[in-house]
Antibody, heavy 120, light 107 residues
């Protein structure tokens, strides 16, 4: 049973870089798309980006500030968001999906989420 | 960018009743790319439906999805107490957009 667990600082100062880690247990990175998603009370759920065999894709609304990477030896997915503002305050989730030529199979495994507040 | 609009914002029903939740896309989309999630307070979303109508593993058959083009529906045939939650639709694509959610609460 694959499990995901997000970790990182709960408080980040404005203009600094938010850094989070997602540890994957019980499975491997192979064949899946590994995503970061965030949720705010006002904006709902927002897809941040994914990494898949080293290839990344980011939400255009965040492009330029986001970096997603994988350390396969540590079974960890990471997220960095630079130049944060209060608008980046959210619960951050990691999640995985599969797709093929026919279907998008949905985000079937999620972490429990980690809350990040941007404030001085 | 395609926008997903869910309605109603809140749906108040009683256990045993039928729930019908709507997700409308701002332009026609592929059935293969539309998913539904359930979220309870303090929990991550849970995948219910993928490809508009295919149930995720272990999902009770009281949940069903349907639709095509711009109109998609999640139906819960007979509400159980554990079904009262927030439901989101999501579209695979350019920004993997989510709808804003429908809150299903107990009447």
């Amino acid at each position: 049973q694959v499990q995901l667990h997000e970790s990182g600082p709960g408080l980040v100062k404005p203009s600094e870089t938010l850094s989070l880690t997602c540890t994957v247990s019980g499975g491997s990175f192979a064949s899946y798309y590994w995503n970061w998603i965030r949720q705010t009370p006002g904006q709902g759920l927002e897809w941040i980006g994914y990494i898949h065999y080293g290839e990344t894709s980011y939400n255009p609304s965040l492009r330029g500030r986001v970096t997603i990477s994988v350390d396969a030896s540590e079974n960890q997915l990471s997220l960095k968001v630079s130049s944060v503002t209060a608008a980046d305050t959210a619960v951050y989730y990691c999640a995985r999906y599969q797709r093929d030529h026919y279907y998008y199979y949905g985000l079937d495994v999620w972490g429990q989420g980690t809350s990040v507040t941007v404030s001085s | 960018e395609i926008v997903l609009t869910q309605s109603p914002g809140t749906l108040s029903l009683s256990p045993g009743e039928r729930a019908t939740l709507s997700c409308r896309a701002s332009e026609s989309v592929s059935n293969s790319y539309l998913t539904w999630y359930q979220q309870k307070p303090g929990q991550a979303p849970r995948l219910l439906i993928y490809a508009s109508s295919r149930r995720a593993a272990g999902l009770p058959d009281r949940f069903s999805g349907s639709g095509s083009g711009t109109e998609f529906t999640l139906t819960i045939s007979r509400l159980e107490p554990e079904d009262f939650a927030v439901y989101f639709c999501q579209l695979y694509g350019y920004s993997h957009t989510f709808g804003q959610g429908t809150k299903l609460d107990i009447k």
